[in-house]
């Protein structure tokens, strides 16, 4: 039987106001835009993470998607990262935090040609959109360079809790959550957004090298950063 291990793991009042716009803007790319409730806060900038409500309809009115849909929570994506269609890319850089927005976007800006789900080709689609809140990502804990141990592979590991209880070894079943980044920092991934942690068998490559090596080095319970 696969013995189960718990190991977190870590990978080195909306509020609206003002008034709209006034009438649909296009930029050069074909976007088309209207502030209905202008926000306070600042516009999010490329990296930043944005948690944003939607609805989606196409020309005719039929909703394809919502935010608003039982059980669905606000969506979140990153400025910039190429995860959601480039015309939403483009539209909530120009709103401030807070605010709401009807958005117009040409195929080109969208899916194209292909079809999508409840969406045929060369659709344009329709959005109204309300940043709700630029995210601000956590960081990584400051540890010295001396503090790290290295192994025989290269990888650099500083336990920040030890944990308790015995290490996983190879077949074993471990439960992880992780925050990625850039070694210069930039925010890539929290595994907590999604709730629950991630299972990984032990040695059976299932993840990338330093992974398997590194949640070896750990104890359940355990919080370790790695490079």
């Known amino acids: 039987m696969k013995r189960l291990i718990w190991l977190p793991l870590l990978l080195a009042a909306l509020f609206v106001s003002g008034c709209g716009s006034g009438g649909l803007q296009t930029t050069d790319s074909g976007l088309q835009y209207e502030i209905l409730t202008e926000g306070e806060g600042p516009m999010p900038n490329e990296g930043d993470r944005v948690r944003v409500d939607y609805t989606g309809t196409l020309e005719d009115g039929t909703e394809f998607d919502s935010s608003h849909q039982p059980g669905r929570e606000p969506f979140e994506f990153v400025i910039g990262s190429g995860s959601v269609i480039a015309g939403w890319d483009e539209a909530l850089r120009l709103l401030p935090e807070g605010s709401t927005a009807k958005l117009v976007i040409p195929p080109d800006l969208a899916y194209g040609a292909a079809d999508r789900p409840g969406i045929p080709g060369n659709s344009t689609l329709l959005f109204e959109v309300e940043l709700l809140e630029i995210v601000v990502p ?90």
């Open 138 to 227: 956590p960081e990584p804990a400051a540890v010295d360079d001396g503090d790290y141990e290295v192994t025989d592979s290269g990888l650099r590991y500083h336990h920040l809790s030890e944990g308790s209880g015995d290490m996983p070894v190879e077949g074993e079943i471990a439960y992880i959550h992780y925050v990625g980044w850039i070694q210069d920092g930039m925010f890539l991934i929290d595994s907590h957004e999604g709730g629950q942690p991630t299972p990984i068998v032990i040695g059976q490559n299932q993840v990338i090298a330093g992974w398997d090596e590194g949640v070896q080095l750990m104890r359940p319970g355990g919080v370790t950063q790695f490079i």
